[in-house]
């Protein structure tokens, strides 16, 4: 029987299905390895053949692992809840978890169809009860802690408190806001309960704030920066806006040194580690705080010591890694949205001001940050001093200073910064060259830490090295600064005003936070009559009825961000059902046998979410004892996108400028003047289209006329991101359908190596699917009869066999799967050349493909007599070398100097025994002529020369 792709793959997927073949043990003798896939969000549109791509790999990767011994984690789940599901409840007034599920359906019955080896039995569900309860079981634990600097890790609440108890806030090293008091252990005593609780929440890993957010309020809701683009959001294309709210934070900043530190011991992509150290962003430098020109003058003039009892609202702080070139300050420009805006506006400045922040609040951070071309800015009318000469300095707004980042302030030093410079020449602003003379000012912001300072009686003479601590210690000394070092990243906004996520196990009491007992976990998404806030703004979940705390306390009416449920989901998948009976984090639990994660594949746009949150919260649990490792992936690896092969037609326009129904064949589209229009791939074959598909495919083109090349009418081509909208989408179920799954997954790896984007290209497809024919073809006869001989092999066919054992495995090793799907196809033409039907070699060869295209492999092995279980746990071949050693070689014979024939002669044998082989062999005889050699040369290992 030839080769039935469609009945094989589908008897060994239910095969798999119903002995569950992939279901992994807990416990093993063998070593473990742990295998994971970024978990997908399953939308309505399913999977297209750019999404299975780093699963693929992922398997072939599990599958080896299996095959070389090991015990093999390999599991699959959904990052379940989010905004799509939410939107389309929006609109459709369907519950989000009955999209989800349905969507859900879609990608299982898909990814079964592809063969991977996946463990079912340990699927996740971010939305799932089940799930959430552990979600919101860890955001409980970090409301509970706070971060020792001195320990340097978190610690449970009660250990702070107890400290307050017996000494106050006296030697407290810990993260905390800027605004904690200070009091002895009699005044901590003497504060009520509300009034203590309001000083935990300052020091708190998951606390309540005021924060600048991005807020949509066409979807209700804030968004996080990769869901805002161009001032908009990424779904429907709402206007976003920055607005201050009430927003739970969490202090991911607290570990900013230990998430920097972690990278050197992780087997990561280099480009993705320095996008997190650049997102964590340390810096070494100074704060220092300018007072306000009023307040300076109150306590005691230029240069005095600052009044340690003036308010925030007194001064401006800022952070400067170039505390140097504070005598170069000009002027200071804080963020838009800093509290001290409306302070320091004077009636004049009033209508410019509001005018620039409206028009600011259009734009996202991202877009603020991004811009770094234009300028602008507005005056506030009011001026500060400088600490240490008593300068007076204009206080400016502008949209490139963000209230987020550092204090929301910054000291300008148009010589040393080209930014401040552009905004100094824009706005007329001076500029004081603080560096030696013979500097040029234009190029001062190219200016290193060389030099000496010329133009300051303080630090006159002196070389960077010994300015920056005399400043420092003069500015400490007037209290007015202090050395600091600063991170770029900030703590992480944890709420989303929305209905489809998990709910913040909290309500309030006399306005503050207190977390629900965890026995009443978890706390399940009440039922809502609309997804939309509520007509008093409040978020979705504030439509809910009755759904109420004890003595009709309220709830958060926020929802964990997306994000929550995907930063420890790893841990989930180690817990067989069996185990999530129990506590998920219990000691004895089976974390301790998988530990970690040993291979994760994904995506790299999660770097500075996902991935950095994931690593925060690992540390945090490992803090507390519920896990081991100190990061959650020892190997990442980045797969490429795959990416779309768009065709076009071309629409010829008339002379009015409007499209006609007639469209221009690729190759003669220069004649005429046309506009190309995307065309559904999927009615195009090597570039051919199919005119009658297309009429259907576009109905108002049903009576369309064609100009034609050779008959045809060919597309063009072009590649592009795979969407809906530019009709470049393939679906997998496509593929499948007319080549099969070991087709698809071959053919994903055969397009380039991993870690690159390729397009895809479906008309190189055909040549892989015949490969498998051909592989097919070696275990049966002209009848398709199984014809597999138990002889002997020869050197020939073992040398073959060993090269793509020895290939494969060198291969998957460092995940250069393309180049094994060249090999194999070597290898099989070596082997039909030989007409090699040896069992003893194809079996060998069925395992090192079987990672690959699993389906046909099973089969094989089922007819070569193997009855019993699954290739899947059978031992990859071991390599010999010796049958790649060269004993023998193809002696090229030259006649009288004209090269006759090839003899192969063992390698072992001298020049005499050559030349006596060479003279007996039969075809030599015939160009001899029955002549006797007058010279015989024979040059060992290279050529034989006869001379007659």
Not at 5 to 26: G, L, M, S
Not at 312 to 339: K, M, Q, S, Y
Not at 582 to 598: C, G, H, L, R, S
Not at 818 to 829: E, G, K, Q, Y
Request: charged share 25%; hydrophobic share 35%.
């Amino acid at each position: 029987m030839d080769y039935q792709f469609r009945d094989i793959e589908k008897k060994w997927q239910q095969f798999w299905a119903d002995k569950q073949t992939y279901k992994v043990d807990n416990s093993s003798e063998k070593p473990k390895y742990y295998v994971l896939d970024m978990f997908p969000y399953p939308s309505g549109a399913g999977l297209h053949v750019g999404h299975p791509l780093g699963y693929i790999a992922s398997d072939i990767f599990a599958r080896y692992k299996r095959l070389k011994g090991f015990n093999v984690l390999h599991p699959m789940g959904y990052d379940s809840f989010g905004l799509p599901a939410e939107q389309y409840a929006i609109q459709t007034g369907q519950h989000p978890a009955l999209t989800t599920e349905q969507n859900i359906a879609t990608y299982r019955r898909q990814l079964d169809q592809i063969g991977f080896s996946f463990d079912w039995s340990r699927e996740v569900r971010t939305s799932d009860p089940g799930y959430y309860k552990w979600t919101q079981w860890i955001f409980m634990q970090l409301f509970d802690s706070w971060y020792n600097l001195e320990a340097d890790k978190a610690e449970p609440v009660e250990q702070l408190v107890r400290h307050f108890e017996t000494s106050g806030s006296k030697g407290i090293k810990a993260v905390h806001d800027e605004d904690v008091k200070t009091f002895s252990a009699e005044e901590w005593k003497a504060m009520s309960s509300n009034e203590q609780q309001e000083e935990l929440l300052k020091y708190r890993l998951t606390y309540l704030k005021e924060s600048t957010v991005n807020w949509c309020p066409a979807l209700g809701t804030v968004l996080a920066n990769d869901e805002v683009k161009e001032g908009v959001s990424e779904r429907g294309g709402y206007p976003v806006e920055q607005k201050k709210m009430m927003q739970w934070s969490m202090r991911i900043t607290a570990y900013a040194d230990r998430l920097l530190q972690g990278l050197d011991t992780i087997d990561w992509p280099e480009p993705l580690k320095e996008m997190q150290r650049n997102w964590i962003g340390k810096s070494t430098g100074a704060s220092v705080k300018f007072a306000l020109e009023s307040e300076t003058i109150k306590a005691g003039g230029s240069g005095a010591a600052l009044n340690p009892e003036l308010s925030p609202l007194n001064f401006i702080e800022v952070f400067t890694t170039r505390v140097d070139t504070i005598f170069g300050v000009t002027f200071l420009v804080i963020a838009p949205e800093h509290e001290l805006v409306p302070v320091l506006t004077t009636a004049g400045q009033k209508e410019e001001i509001e005018n620039y922040i409206a028009q600011t609040k259009k734009k996202t951070e991202l877009d603020r940050m991004a811009d770094t071309k234009s300028v602008s800015g507005a005056f506030t009318g009011s001026y500060a001093l400088n600490p240490l000469d008593g300068a007076r300095i204009p206080v400016w707004i502008a949209d490139y200073v963000l209230a987020g980042y550092g204090t929301g302030a910054v000291m300008a030093v148009p010589s040393g910064d080209q930014r401040d410079w552009l905004f100094a020449r824009h706005f007329n602003l001076p500029v004081i060259q603080i560096l030696d003379a013979q500097k040029d000012v234009e190029h001062a912001a190219d200016a290193t830490k060389e030099g000496t300072y010329v133009n300051s009686d303080f630090i006159n003479g002196m070389t960077y090295q010994e300015a920056v601590p005399a400043l420092i210690a003069k500015l400490e000394e007037l209290g007015a600064g202090k050395a600091k070092i600063q991170y770029r990243m900030r703590d992480a906004i944890f709420g989303r005003q929305r209905y489809w996520g998990e709910p913040v196990p909290v309500y309030f009491k006399d306005g503050l936070p207190h977390l629900i007992e965890e026995s009443e976990l978890p706390l399940v998404l009440p039922e809502v009559d609309k997804y939309l806030p509520t007509e008093a703004g409040d978020p979705p979940l504030g439509r809910a009825t009755d759904w109420k705390y004890r003595e009709g306390l309220p709830y958060e009416l926020s929802t964990m961000p997306g994000w929550a449920g995907s930063s420890w989901y790893w841990y989930r998948y180690m817990a067989s059902p069996e185990d999530r009976k129990e506590d998920v984090f219990a000691p004895a639990k089976t974390i301790e046998y998988w530990k970690d994660v040993d291979l994760y594949i994904g995506g790299s746009e999660h770097a500075t979410g996902h991935l950095l949150y994931s690593r925060f919260w690992n540390k945090f649990l490992k803090d507390m004892g519920y896990v081991q490792e100190e990061e959650p992936f020892k190997k990442l690896i980045n797969q490429g996108m795959i990416q779309g092969r768009s065709n076009f037609v071309y629409r010829l326009i008339n002379e009015d400028g409007i499209g006609t129904h007639v469209f221009v064949s690729h190759g003669l589209k220069d004649q005429y003047h046309t506009a190309p229009i995307h065309v559904d791939v999927n009615i195009v074959e090597n570039e051919v289209l199919d005119i009658e598909k297309f009429r259907k495919f576009r109905p108002e083109f049903e009576n369309a006329e064609f100009i034609l090349e050779n008959g045809k009418y060919i597309c063009g081509v072009e590649v592009e991101k795979m969407s809906k909208s530019k009709f470049n989408v393939v679906n997998p179920d496509d593929i499948i359908e007319r080549y099969g799954a070991d087709t698809l997954r071959l053919y994903e790896m055969f397009l380039g190596p991993l870690e690159q984007s390729k397009p895809w290209n479906t008309n190189g497809i055909e040549g892989v699917f015949k490969f498998l024919r051909k592989f097919w073809k070696l275990f049966h006869n002209d009848q398709f009869e199984l014809a597999v001989s138990d002889q002997e092999p020869v050197k020939a066919e073992l040398k073959s066999l060993h090269k793509i054992i020895r290939k494969v495995e060198e291969d998957i090793e460092r995940f250069s799967f393309n180049t094994s799907v060249s090999s194999f196809m070597i290898c099989v033409n070596e082997l039909t050349d030989l007409k090699c039907n040896k069992r003893s070699i194809l079996q060998d060869l069925l395992v090192v493909l079987s990672p690959y295209a699993p389906h046909i492999t099973e089969e094989l092995w089922h007819l070569l007599g193997n009855e019993q279980g699954s290739l899947s746990y059978a031992s990859y071949p071991q390599f010999n070398p010796a049958h790649l050693v060269e004993d023998e070689f193809a002696y090229p014979i030259s006649v009288n100097g004209k090269m006759r024939l090839n003899l192969n002669i063992s390698l072992t044998m001298e020049a005499p025994e050559v030349e006596k082989l060479v003279l007996e062999n039969a075809d030599v005889q015939k160009y001899l002529d029955g002549k006797t050699p007058k010279k015989v040369i024979v040059v060992k290992g290279r050529i034989v020369n006869i001379v007659v």
